[in-house]
């Protein structure tokens, strides 16, 4: 069974910055995309960057120069630096091993249950 946990969120004030991570459990394959989601309350899920098994990131526009996604292929992990946070930063942040880019629409996608980041104004 393919397990997503994420730590690192908590509590920070405008300005500031969080460390995200991620280890990822089970039989998985390195090959998969991971990445970071998004959900504010009230809002859809958005993505936030992701990562290929060769290191190459996509960010949300909105996000490039604040935030830097990397990965372990060997600890399988994902950590993602949240520097200059502000309010709107606000969201459940959720992890996610992605096959579909690689395999199709019918390949496997996980997500982890969550951590909360609040930034305070």
């Known amino acids: 069974q393919v397990q997503l946990v994420e730590s690192g969120g908590g509590l920070v004030q405008a300005g500031g910055s969080l460390r995200l991570s991620c280890a990822v459990s089970g039989s998985i394959s390195s090959a998969g995309d991971m990445g970071w989601y998004r959900q504010a309350p009230g809002k859809q899920r958005e993505l936030v960057a992701y990562?290929?098994?060769?290191?190459?990131?996509t960010y949300a526009e909105s996000l490039k120069g604040r935030f830097t996604i990397s990965r372990d292929n060997v600890k399988n992990t994902v950590d993602l630096q949240m520097n200059g946070l502000t309010p709107e930063d606000t969201a459940v942040y959720y992890c996610?091993?992605?096959?579909?880019?690689?395999?199709?629409?019918?390949?496997?996608?996980?997500w982890g249950q969550g951590t909360q980041v609040t930034v305070s104004s």
């Open positions: 990562i290929t098994s060769g290191r190459s990131a």
């Open positions: 996610n091993l992605d096959y579909r880019r690689l395999f199709g629409v019918s390949a496997s996608t996980y």
